[in-house]
């Protein structure tokens, strides 16, 4: 494998070429310069050291988006230690077991996690520190708690003079050394603890600088919308973003699309990283109304005067997302067909990428420009991807890859590791799809997700969940088999339900001209029997994605 520079370089120089701008900013709270950033890593690193932290102990981090969360994750790599970024979401009890399986010294909590978690659950932990102030929320070692004590002193007596832009110096990593611990959301039981090493984390931003650097300026705005305890928002937005100098916005709290409309307006970000719904939710709530009028379809209809109307449209769509991002990048599932093609009709500058966290996370992504319809892109630098098919432009395969953003394996599970790369570095991804000649991958779906129908035929609940979320009155679905028959479970739009004032049976009527509608364009063995409604949203994973095996026949 070719040398890989040293990852924490990237954080240093860009600490020290940025020193006296914006780094990070809880929105509409505190902002802290890149050299506040720097100081508190400082003093975070003394609290380590003087605590016993060694290279390579794992510390754990649980809290919502926020910029002291940022600070500690950027402290621990840089100190050598390894991080475990757990998801704010997760049950107490899911939080317990991966700090005890971890095996982290330390762990990191913030204001709500702090109150629902149990210390005596957690018996090896040395501490628990409070994200928003860094406070002791728990010692168990009196070398942490004299360091966390006496943390202001010992900061003034190693920089008497002030704390300056040549202290900053920091572990030098290599390539194979273990980064992070990233546990996923996972379907059953407990998720499995996902060993990132340096060089997929060097892989991924390497790949960002290259690609998107030049299109998003050093010192513009981003604003911080998925969590950064899922590699996702991780790399994409915060690991990138800080690398590059941009000033990021964390919105600290649920991003609900309104919050995220007015933090775009007011941030006005240089880059959009987003999962579908998000992007749904605003599309279908703030552009949608103003373009399905009949006037608009009037002059879409009109060909002379057409392509004018699609510019001032796609300007009024760039400007709901604050009118300056260079593209907006959806990933974590597919985008409905529907949205696809209407911001692709417009020409409005977004694409799909595609990965996983067991690539921390990027496999695939084209440029905007480049971007083919129903694609997540072609292999980024560094992978190498295959589909197992006789034709994999025609015939579905399973998508495998492997290269330099490829995981180690799974933290202390060696039989999982074997199942997911075999020994020719290969993992299997468990999704399936096509490959074009040009090399874009097409997802037909999840291979556990895949359904069979009665003569053997492949259904994937996902392509029929595409068309019906795109019906009246309909939010979000799920498509189970029961005896043979496919069922859709169906959560309708609930705002729309009282703004018009249907009842029960009027809701039952629109979704049985749905299941009609819909069986139409479908062959037979994909065609739906009924539709159940569930009046709650569906639970979903922190990255939005429904958690199926909830709905299973044999839950109901």
């Known amino acids: 494998m070719e040398t890989i520079p040293s990852f924490n370089q990237y954080i240093e ?30 003093k975070l690193h003394i609290l380590f050291e003087n605590s016993g932290v060694q290279k390579g ?91 966390r004590e006496h943390l202001n002193e010992i900061f003034g007596k190693k920089y008497p003079k002030y704390f300056r832009v040549e202290h900053v110096s920091y572990y030098v990593d290599d390539a194979e050394d273990l980064a992070l611990i990233n546990y996923t ?75 995220i409309a007015e933090a775009f307006s007011t941030v006005k970000p240089s880059l959009i990283v987003a999962v579908p719904l998000i992007i749904d939710k605003i599309i279908r709530k703030r552009v949608f109304p103003i373009v399905q009028t009949h006037k608009v379809k009037l002059l879409l209809s009109m060909p002379v005067i057409s392509k004018k109307v699609k510019q001032k449209i796609c300007e009024q769509v760039i400007n709901a997302f604050g009118g300056n991002m260079y593209e907006i990048i959806i990933g974590g599932a597919a985008l409905n067909k529907e949205v696809e093609a209407f911001l692709k009709a417009i020409d409005f500058p977004f694409t799909v990428g595609y990965g996983t966290t067991e690539c921390a996370p990027l496999i695939s992504y084209s440029d905007y420009k480049d971007f083919v319809p129903q694609s997540c892109g072609q292999p980024v630098d560094g992978m190498e991807v295959k589909i197992l098919s006789p034709d994999p432009e025609h015939v579905p395969g399973e998508i495998i890859t492997r290269g330099v953003n490829v995981m180690t394996g799974y933290y202390k599970n060696q039989e999982a590791t074997d199942a997911v790369i075999d020994k020719d570095g290969w993992y299997h991804t468990g999704d399936t799809g096509t490959m074009s000649a040009d090399g874009h991958i097409f997802i037909r779906g999840r291979i ?58 009027d809701i039952e009527n629109i979704m049985e001209q749905n299941r009609l509608e819909l069986n139409n364009s479908l062959p037979p063995f994909s065609k739906i029997s009924a539709i159940q409604l569930y009046d709650e949203e569906f639970e979903k994973t922190p990255k939005k994605s429904i958690k199926r095996y909830l709905y299973q026949p044999k839950m109901l």
Request: hydrophobic share 40%; proline share 5%.
């Open 13 to 42: 120089r860009s600490i020290k070429e940025n020193w006296d701008f914006d780094a990070l900013t809880d929105y509409k709270g505190a902002t802290l310069q890149y050299h506040d950033v720097a100081r508190k890593i400082e």
């Open 57 to 147: 102990d794992k510390i754990a981090l649980c809290g919502r988006n926020s910029s002291c969360w940022a600070v500690a994750f950027l402290a621990t790599l840089t100190y050598g230690a390894v991080v475990v970024p757990i998801q704010h979401e997760f049950t107490p009890d899911q939080v317990h077991h991966i700090v005890n399986h971890s095996e982290a010294k330390l762990l990191f909590v913030g204001d709500v996690v702090a109150t629902t978690i149990n210390p005596e659950a957690m018996p090896a932990l040395e501490g628990i520190v409070y994200i928003p102030d860094f406070s002791l929320v728990l010692s168990r070692s009196e070398s942490l708690t004299y360091a």
């Open 185 to 259: 959301s996972g379907t059953t039981g407990f998720s499995k603890g996902v060993m990132l090493p340096y060089r997929t984390i060097w892989g991924n931003l390497n790949f960002c600088m290259n690609h998107l650097g030049t299109h998003v300026p050093s010192r513009s705005n981003m604003v911080c919308i998925l969590p950064m305890a899922h590699m996702y928002g991780l790399a994409i937005e915060f690991i990138f973003g800080f690398c590059r100098g941009l000033h990021l916005y964390f919105l600290t709290r649920l991003p609900s699309p309104t919050l």
């Open 448 to 505: 556990k997700n895949m359904l069979l129908g009665a003569n053997g035929q492949n259904i994937y609940p996902e392509e029929i969940e595409d068309k019906l979320n795109s019906m009246a009155m309909v939010s979000e679905s799920i498509i189970i088999q029961k005896d043979e028959k496919l069922i859709a479970l169906v959560h309708p739009e609930q705002e729309e339900i009282k703004s018009m004032g249907f009842s029960r049976e």
